[in-house]
């Protein structure tokens, strides 16, 4: 029935003409309900990553998981396709404000004034800051405007600019600070990477290779400076991932000697010693260099976690510990097939009988969309920074490996991080 041009919705007699009057429902819009929609998003949201945990329920995780997901496909059909297309053409710029924010710490100068500030007294504290050349106010003032479209700051009143829930994440002090990975990751040296993916899609090598012709860890050892970007990016993953894996693997609570093979600075293997209050004895195995610098990381930790450090090279030979749970943590996905299994190989010569060997890595084929497509960003950054023999694989990938190499009982636990955990024990009597 149409009256006045318009269609009437004839809800009489209907169950939801008994719980609402007829006079509003004919006034329910479709934006209502998105709007409805949006706003319940919005709330989820905010509950499942609240403080002090970061960390939401599983059914609050799958939930929301599932929200988000609508919401993107449903923007995907609303939002012109030439936008969508001009918007990603120039995304890095977006990460390029992200970066140079974080680079010029103006999060940790809002944090520690606790207080909006205009562009000119940011000028002034950063020029403070930094001691070098004073950087252009004009440029700052554009960069700090666009950075509040972003998301990355808001815009006060009087036109001053403070911290939004975002950027609390790039404050050094902050318990599970992204300042280094956004430092990594949207620095510099990581756009010059990216780049040379355009020559990569020819030669098949990596960015990395492409623009310092030596993949990354030949270089890591030569340069210093870049090698305690790397390793202080790589950190703040850790710490950030977990908290979700440690919860999502009770059996961690069983372990008494914990070995981290590759552990980097030792972030992880710290996080899993302090949520257990030290009661597990942990060792950190890795690349001499790589050892040098955990030692001043884990110097500055005065929670008396109690980390063993050991240096040397999986590829050749691992050391006979005490320990009787193994820990994969971002290792073999960075190795061919035939490196994956020489690497286990070498793990089942030192464990025991009822050791267990946890393989923890991105998992490809076991999330929604959005974090798969946050996987495919992973295996483009893999493909600038790693060899090209570096890949991100499925479950039964894994599983092949591990038994190729002597483990056995292989099963997955999924983990709120994005990360799956494989667990195997090895065939020994």
């Given at each position: 029935?149409?009256?006045?041009?318009?269609?009437?919705?004839?809800?009489?007699?209907?169950?939801?003409?008994?719980?609402?009057?007829?006079?509003?429902?004919?006034?329910?819009?479709?934006?209502?309900?998105?709007?409805?929609?949006?706003?319940?998003?919005?709330?989820?949201?905010?509950?499942?990553?609240?403080?002090?945990?970061?960390?939401?329920?599983?059914?609050?995780?799958?939930?929301?998981?599932?929200?988000?997901?609508?919401?993107?496909?449903?923007?995907?059909?609303?939002?012109?396709?030439?936008?969508?297309?001009?918007?990603?053409?120039?995304?890095?710029?977006?990460?390029?404000?992200?970066?140079?924010?974080?680079?010029?710490?103006?999060?940790?100068?809002?944090?520690?004034?606790?207080?909006?500030?205009?562009?000119?007294?940011?000028?002034?504290?950063?020029?403070?800051?930094?001691?070098?050349?004073?950087i252009s106010l004009p440029f700052l003032c554009r960069i700090l405007h666009a950075a509040s479209?972003?998301?990355?700051?808001?815009?006060?009143?009087?036109?001053?600019?403070?911290?939004?829930?975002l950027s609390q994440y790039l404050v050094a002090s902050h318990p599970r600070s992204l300042k280094h990975y956004v430092?990594?990751?949207?620095?510099?040296?990581?756009?010059?990477?990216?780049?040379?993916?355009?020559?990569?899609?020819?030669?098949?090598?990596?960015?990395?290779?492409?623009?310092?012709?030596?993949?990354?860890?030949?270089?890591?050892?030569?340069?210093?400076?870049?090698?305690?970007?790397?390793?202080?990016?790589?950190?703040?993953?850790?710490?950030?991932?977990?908290?979700?894996?440690?919860?999502?693997?009770?059996?961690?609570?069983?372990?008494?000697?914990?070995?981290?093979?590759?552990?980097?600075?030792?972030?992880?293997?710290?996080?899993?010693?302090?949520?257990?209050?030290?009661?597990?004895?942990?060792?950190?195995?890795?690349?001499?260099?790589?050892?040098?610098?955990?030692?001043?990381?884990?110097?500055?930790?005065?929670?008396?976690?109690?980390?063993?450090?050991?240096?040397?090279?999986?590829?050749?030979?691992?050391?006979?510990?005490?320990?009787?749970?193994?820990?994969?943590?971002?290792?073999?996905?960075?190795?061919?097939?035939?490196?994956?299994?020489?690497?286990?190989?070498?793990?089942?010569?030192?464990?025991?009988?009822?050791?267990?060997?946890?393989?923890?890595?991105?998992?490809?084929?076991?999330?929604?969309?959005?974090?798969?497509?946050?996987?495919?960003?992973?295996?483009?950054?893999?493909?600038?920074?790693?060899?090209?023999?570096?890949?991100?694989?499925?479950?039964?990938?894994?599983?092949?490996?591990?038994?190729?190499?002597?483990?056995?009982?292989?099963?997955?636990?999924?983990?709120?991080?994005?990360?799956?955990?494989?667990?195997?024990?090895?065939?020994?009597?």
């Amino acid at each position: 029935m149409i009256a006045n041009g318009k269609p009437k919705v004839n809800v009489e007699g209907g169950k939801l003409a008994k719980k609402f009057p007829k006079n509003i429902l004919s006034k329910i819009k479709t934006w209502h309900i998105f709007l409805s929609l949006g706003l319940f998003s919005v709330v989820l949201g905010y509950i499942s990553v609240a403080p002090p945990t970061d960390l939401p329920s599983w059914p609050l995780y799958r939930l929301n998981s599932k929200v988000w997901q609508s919401f993107e496909n449903w923007g995907k059909h609303v939002k012109p396709y030439h936008i969508r297309v001009m918007t990603t053409a120039v995304q890095h710029l977006e990460s390029r404000a992200l970066y140079m924010i974080t680079y010029l710490n103006v999060p940790d100068i809002l944090h520690r004034v606790e207080k909006p500030l205009s562009c000119e007294e940011l000028k002034e504290l950063v020029d403070q800051e930094s001691g070098l050349e004073p950087i252009s106010l004009p440029f700052l003032c554009r960069i700090l405007h666009a950075a509040s479209h972003f998301d990355i700051l808001q815009e006060a009143h009087e036109h001053k600019y403070d911290l939004t829930p975002l950027s609390q994440y790039l404050v050094a002090s902050h318990p599970r600070s992204l300042k280094h990975y956004v430092l990594l990751y949207a620095g510099d040296e990581s756009l010059v990477i990216s780049t040379a993916l355009s020559r990569s899609l020819y030669s098949g090598l990596s960015g990395f290779k492409e623009t310092y012709r030596k993949e990354l860890l030949p270089q890591l050892k030569e340069d210093p400076v870049f090698r305690e970007i790397y390793d202080r990016g790589l950190g703040d993953s850790s710490r950030l991932h977990a908290p979700a894996i440690i919860a999502d693997y009770p059996p961690f609570s069983s372990c008494k000697h914990i070995c981290d093979i590759g552990g980097g600075m030792g972030s992880f293997l710290h996080e899993v010693l302090t949520y257990y209050a030290h009661g597990i004895e942990g060792t950190n195995f890795d690349l001499p260099d790589v050892i040098t610098n955990a030692k001043g990381f884990l110097k500055g930790k005065a929670d008396g976690a109690k980390i063993n450090l050991i240096a040397g090279n999986f590829t050749k030979q691992l050391p006979k510990t005490s320990c009787d749970c193994f820990i994969l943590k971002d290792i073999l996905q960075n190795w061919s097939d035939e490196d994956a299994a020489l690497i286990l190989s070498n793990l089942y010569g030192v464990v025991n009988k009822g050791n267990r060997v946890l393989v923890i890595e991105t998992i490809l084929h076991t999330g929604s969309f959005s974090e798969e497509r946050l996987k495919s960003l992973m295996d483009l950054t893999m493909m600038a920074f790693n060899p090209s023999h570096s890949r991100l694989r499925t479950e039964e990938e894994i599983y092949f490996l591990l038994e190729q190499s002597g483990f056995v009982e292989a099963q997955t636990y999924p983990t709120r991080a994005g990360y799956s955990i494989v667990e195997a024990f090895p065939t020994k009597s």
